[in-house]
């Protein structure tokens, strides 16, 4: 701070540091340092000049890009206030210019709406600037104060005279270009940003004045007296719209609520929003209220109209807004913004404000020009009709690829016999086991489907998962009967489901994933006895020129005692793949030999219990607890 008589108190070290932060982090105040955070350094500063537009004392602001890069902001508003802060004892001048979030909102009697206050001012600006220099013109006179890298390098100096009349304020900065690196200015991005205020500005005229020689000398001007209106009009220029735009302004609670709407014949939506000038993109209270009140006001026209049948639904959000392009912009004067960015407005105050103005609007509209009220119906219900035939062809076709397809999945070895009554099908884990199946199986009537074990993956993603699921969409597809609504016993292909998996926890797993299945969408299946569990043997002991298998430790025990001290041998299966075509037909899956667990409907309740428990998703307590109930999950009989 050389050459100057600046006081250094405790405010003024506090100020410093404020800056040194946006200095450290310029991601925290205007989100980088790259091309976008460098035109967010001109919104700021323009945001100023726009909050003075808004408090309706100012009708212009002029932005020149100067061949060096220094911008300039004129306005002709009232000016910054440079008295001397009597608690602070610096010019408002240079608490506005050094005090971050400060803006104009110090002091009584500031704006009333504002959407610069809410970012981080021209303060953040200064700081990231090599340097920067204020000019006011207020009182019939001029003053001036410069800064480097936010810190003031003058008083604030009278430097000349002006008519009274003539008052405003003209910023000059030049970023700094050791923090921001290989930047420049887009005229294109500044000037669209510029049109945007100026539509929801009404009546101000923002120029743009570019010096660059690189991009040869370009100026553009905005001024729309018809302010939104002329925003719709401007969006719709390339359109064919169906009736004269519907408009209206109102002040509810205090809120400055303003609204345009146009339909076109196309079918895309166009709806922006914004909040005190600022484009909210995502959306917000004012944007909730506007839906709510068109969708509500056109259901409403469209019945006392009869253009919509008594009996039929109404129409969806979406239908009403196919080919409608809209501009609500509200003036808050406390508006909360979800975050820094401001790209979602949550004071819920707006959405009330904006839902009346609209509907009344539109309501009137529609009272005086019932051909386009019409028009806009039958343009809605012609949106619902192709979406609900979407909706149809979307289900059609999930139906016919994953439920109800009449192809027979391909690896399912079919049953000669057609006739279900005395047909079965094996759902058998894994391959290999299935393959052992296919070779002993009585092919007349039994059926045979191998699951691949992958089908223990689904549980974790929940049961809607399940669906898509190729093995789950197998089995679905080989039953016949459809599933959930659709279910319909009569077309089932079999008379007994045999879940057919290995003695082990894997086994049990899969069981309780199939358990659950047919308990939430064929339960009918269940309730008629079609659904049983093939029951392996656990072991095989064989004596001198004898054998046999046991199917529980309690056999293997038994017979142990019964065996005494002769000479024997224990096999142990611990999958159905141990077992040869010949034993497999033997021990599991012979009608004359065979044990089945039929599973009752309560059996099916547990595993979808179990199954539920088992979605958590970590996975140590999981396979705990898999491990300790395996058993009694398999042994549904008991
Ligand atoms: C503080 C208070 C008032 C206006 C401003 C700041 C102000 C700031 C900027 C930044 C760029 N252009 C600006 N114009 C005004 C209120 C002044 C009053 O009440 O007279």
């Given at each position: 701070?050389?050459?100057?008589?600046?006081?250094?108190?405790?405010?003024?070290?506090?100020?410093?540091?404020?800056?040194?932060?946006?200095?450290?982090?310029?991601?925290?105040?205007?989100?980088?340092?790259d091309t976008r955070a460098l035109h967010h350094?001109?919104?700021?500063?323009?945001?100023?000049?726009?909050?003075?537009?808004?408090?309706?004392?100012?009708?212009?602001i002029r932005v020149v890009i100067a061949k060096?890069?220094?911008?300039?902001?004129?306005?002709?508003?009232?000016?910054?206030?440079?008295?001397?802060?009597?608690?602070?004892?610096?010019?408002?001048?240079?608490?506005?210019?050094?005090?971050?979030?400060?803006?104009?909102?110090?002091?009584?009697?500031?704006?009333?709406?504002?959407?610069?206050?809410?970012?981080?001012?021209?303060?953040?600006?200064?700081?990231?600037?090599?340097?920067?220099?204020?000019?006011?013109?207020?009182?019939?006179?001029?003053?001036?104060?410069?800064?480097?890298?936010?810190?003031?390098?003058?008083?604030?100096?009278?430097?000349?005279?002006?008519?009274?009349?003539?008052?405003?304020?003209?910023?000059?900065?030049?970023?700094?270009?050791?923090?921001?690196?290989?930047?420049?200015?887009?005229?294109?991005?500044?000037?669209?940003?510029?049109?945007?205020?100026?539509?929801?500005?009404?009546?101000?005229?923002?120029?743009?004045?570019?010096?660059?020689?690189?991009?040869?000398?370009?100026?553009?001007?905005?001024?729309?007296?018809?302010?939104i209106l002329s925003f719709v009009r401007y969006?719709?220029?390339?359109?064919?719209?169906?009736?004269?735009?519907?408009?209206?302004?109102?002040?509810?609670?205090?809120?400055?609520?303003?609204?345009?709407?146009?339909?076109?014949?196309?079918?895309?939506?166009?709806?922006?929003?914004?909040?005190?000038?600022?484009?909210?993109?995502?959306?917000?209270?004012?944007?909730?209220?506007?839906?709510?009140?068109?969708?509500?006001?056109?259901?409403?026209?469209?019945?006392?109209?009869?253009?919509?049948?008594?009996?039929?639904?109404?129409?969806?959000?979406?239908?009403?807004?196919?080919?409608?392009?809209?501009?609500?912009?509200?003036?808050?004067?406390?508006?909360?913004?979800?975050?820094?960015?401001?790209?979602?407005?949550?004071?819920?105050?707006?959405?009330?404000?904006?839902?009346?103005?609209?509907?009344?609007?539109?309501?009137?509209?529609?009272?005086?020009?019932?051909?386009?009220?019409?028009?806009?119906?039958?343009?809605?219900?012609?949106?619902?009709?192709?979406?609900?035939?979407?909706?149809?062809?979307?289900?059609?076709?999930?139906?016919?690829?994953?439920?109800?397809?009449?192809?027979?999945?391909?690896?399912?070895?079919?049953?000669?016999?057609?006739?279900?009554?005395?047909?079965?099908?094996?759902?058998?884990?894994?391959?290999?086991?299935?393959?052992?199946?296919?070779?002993?199986?009585?092919?007349?009537?039994?059926?045979?489907?191998?699951?691949?074990?992958?089908?223990?993956?689904?549980?974790?993603?929940?049961?809607?998962?399940?669906?898509?699921?190729?093995?789950?969409?197998?089995?679905?597809?080989?039953?016949?009967?459809?599933?959930?609504?659709?279910?319909?016993?009569?077309?089932?292909?079999?008379?007994?489901?045999?879940?057919?998996?290995?003695?082990?926890?894997?086994?049990?797993?899969?069981?309780?994933?199939?358990?659950?299945?047919?308990?939430?969408?064929?339960?009918?299946?269940?309730?008629?006895?079609?659904?049983?569990?093939?029951?392996?043997?656990?072991?095989?002991?064989?004596?001198?020129?004898?054998?046999?298998?046991?199917?529980?430790?309690?056999?293997?025990?038994?017979?142990?005692?019964?065996?005494?001290?002769?000479?024997?041998?224990?096999?142990?299966?611990?999958?159905?793949?141990?077992?040869?075509?010949?034993?497999?037909?033997?021990?599991?899956?012979?009608?004359?030999?065979?044990?089945?667990?039929?599973?009752?409907?309560?059996?099916?309740?547990?595993?979808?219990?179990?199954?539920?428990?088992?979605?958590?998703?970590?996975?140590?307590?999981?396979?705990?607890?898999?491990?300790?109930?395996?058993?009694?999950?398999?042994?549904?009989?008991?």
């Amino acid at each position: 701070m050389a050459d100057t008589n600046l006081k250094y108190d405790a405010s003024t070290i506090q100020v410093l540091e404020g800056l040194e932060a946006v200095r450290r982090r310029p991601g925290m105040y205007v989100g980088g340092t790259d091309t976008r955070a460098l035109h967010h350094l001109v919104y700021e500063v323009v945001d100023n000049s726009i909050d003075e537009a808004l408090a309706g004392v100012c009708d212009r602001i002029r932005v020149v890009i100067a061949k060096d890069r220094t911008v300039s902001v004129e306005d002709n508003g009232r000016g910054i206030p440079v008295g001397i802060h009597p608690q602070k004892g610096v010019s408002a001048l240079q608490l506005v210019l050094t005090t971050l979030h400060a803006g104009g909102k110090f002091g009584e009697g500031g704006y009333k709406v504002s959407g610069g206050l809410h970012g981080v001012g021209v303060s953040a600006v200064n700081a990231l600037s090599e340097w920067m220099e204020v000019t006011v013109r207020r009182d019939g006179k001029i003053y001036r104060q410069r800064y480097e890298r936010g810190i003031p390098q003058t008083e604030v100096e009278q430097i000349g005279k002006t008519s009274p009349k003539d008052t405003g304020t003209t910023v000059t900065f030049r970023y700094d270009d050791t923090l921001f690196k290989n930047v420049d200015f887009n005229f294109e991005t500044l000037a669209q940003r510029f049109r945007e205020m100026a539509f929801v500005t009404r009546g101000v005229t923002i120029e743009l004045i570019d010096l660059r020689p690189e991009t040869f000398p370009r100026r553009i001007a905005f001024h729309f007296e018809g302010g939104i209106l002329s925003f719709v009009r401007y969006l719709n220029r390339n359109r064919t719209p169906l009736h004269k735009p519907i408009y209206v302004e109102k002040a509810v609670d205090g809120v400055i609520v303003e609204v345009a709407l146009q339909y076109t014949t196309g079918y895309s939506e166009t709806v922006l929003a914004f909040a005190n000038t600022i484009n909210t993109v995502d959306g917000g209270m004012h944007l909730t209220g506007f839906r709510s009140a068109l969708t509500r006001t056109i259901n409403d026209v469209g019945r006392k109209l009869s253009a919509l049948k008594e009996n039929a639904p109404n129409l969806s959000g979406d239908d009403v807004r196919e080919g409608l392009t809209a501009v609500i912009s509200v003036k808050v004067p406390d508006p909360q913004f979800e975050s820094q960015t401001k790209v979602k407005l949550m004071n819920p105050e707006v959405k009330w404000a904006v839902e009346a103005a609209t509907s009344e609007a539109v309501a009137e509209f529609f009272e005086t020009n019932t051909r386009a009220a019409r028009a806009i119906i039958n343009k809605g219900l012609t949106a619902s009709k192709a979406r609900a035939a979407a909706r149809k062809a979307r289900e059609l076709v999930i139906r016919k690829s994953a439920l109800e397809s009449m192809t027979l999945p391909g690896k399912l070895a079919d049953c000669s016999s057609r006739d279900p009554s005395r047909s079965e099908l094996f759902i058998v884990e894994g391959d290999s086991a299935g393959g052992s199946a296919k070779q002993g199986r009585d092919r007349h009537f039994q059926a045979i489907l191998p699951l691949r074990g992958k089908i223990l993956n689904t549980e974790r993603a929940g049961l809607n998962k399940i669906l898509s699921n190729k093995e789950v969409q197998a089995i679905i597809s080989a039953l016949g009967c459809g599933i959930g609504e659709q279910f319909n016993l009569d077309n089932l292909r079999y008379n007994h489901i045999i879940i057919m998996t290995d003695a082990d926890v894997d086994g049990a797993h899969i069981t309780t994933l199939l358990l659950t299945f047919f308990f939430r969408y064929m339960q009918p299946l269940i309730e008629q006895g079609h659904l049983y569990i093939a029951q392996p043997p656990l072991y095989l002991v064989k004596t001198r020129g004898k054998s046999k298998y046991l199917y529980s430790e309690e056999e293997l025990q038994q017979m142990l005692a019964e065996i005494g001290d002769q000479k024997y041998t224990l096999q142990r299966y611990k999958g159905l793949g141990e077992m040869n075509p010949q034993q497999l037909w033997d021990t599991t899956m012979d009608p004359q030999q065979r044990t089945l667990v039929q599973v009752t409907i309560e059996d099916a309740a547990e595993a979808d219990q179990v199954f539920s428990m088992l979605m958590g998703s970590e996975v140590p307590p999981r396979r705990r607890f898999i491990q300790s109930h395996a058993r009694e999950v398999q042994n549904l009989d008991v």
